[in-house]
């Protein structure tokens, strides 16, 4: 049997399903589809980056808000109907490739994630980050849940976790007002792989002056 892997299946959604990087970066097209079509917050657009040296924000010609994420956990999951975690990608479906057709088909091989994330919002000023929390917030439950923009590229399960304490860093001389949301989901992880499905094998055995001729014929 010969595999590979091959491009990751749209499965039963609109959209090629997602790992948790692709999530991060779907929040960024998110946010910056929203700040297009509804404008941004009252202190201006906030630069969505993996990480950020806080010197930078403190220097005097840095006035955009910061908005950070990162991971804090992630395990296997289970599927909508409940029960114990899969310690093991399972098969979703197998079925004829559709170029190479009889004798080689494509299988999906499925498993869910339970992710948490962090997302840390870093602002010049009290006021202002308290307002980009707000904000930040309505924005991300409007685009999971009213505009479902992520549950098409298998991110389901949204939930806001909490809201932090909010501290203040001081870096280069200046205060920095932090705030940290953390929200879960749940992620569908797939992948496909190529298999050539075994067909005929003669096998031709013989003992003494006995000769036995046998034919298997199997299809996995």
Request: net charge negative; glycine share 8%; with cysteine.
């Amino acid at each position: 049997m010969q595999n590979r892997e091959l491009t990751l299946p749209r499965s039963r959604s609109p959209q090629p399903a997602v790992d948790i990087n692709g999530f991060f970066k779907l929040v960024g097209e998110a946010l910056a589809l929203c700040i297009e079509t509804e404008g941004p917050p009252p202190n201006g657009a906030p630069i969505y980056v993996q990480e950020y040296a806080q010197e930078k924000l403190a220097a005097e010609d840095q006035t955009n808000d910061i908005v950070v994420f990162r991971v804090v956990s992630g395990k296997m999951a289970s599927n909508l109907n409940g029960g114990g975690n899969p310690k093991r990608p399972s098969l979703r479906e197998a079925k004829t490739h559709p170029e190479k057709g009889t004798g080689y088909q494509i299988e999906i091989y499925g498993w869910y994630e339970q992710h948490v994330v962090e997302f840390t919002l870093m602002s010049r000023s009290n006021i202002n980050g308290n307002i980009l929390a707000e904000w930040f917030h309505m924005f991300l439950m409007k685009y999971a849940f009213a505009l479902r923009y992520f549950l098409g590229r298998g991110v389901d399960n949204f939930e806001f976790v909490e809201r932090n304490d909010d501290p203040v860093d001081h870096k280069e001389g200046q205060e920095v007002y932090v705030r940290r949301l953390s929200y879960q989901f749940r992620l569908n992880r797939l992948y496909a792989t190529e298999s050539r499905r075994l067909t005929d094998i003669d096998l031709t055995s013989g003992i003494g002056s006995e000769i036995d001729n046998v034919k298997l014929k199997s299809s996995l």
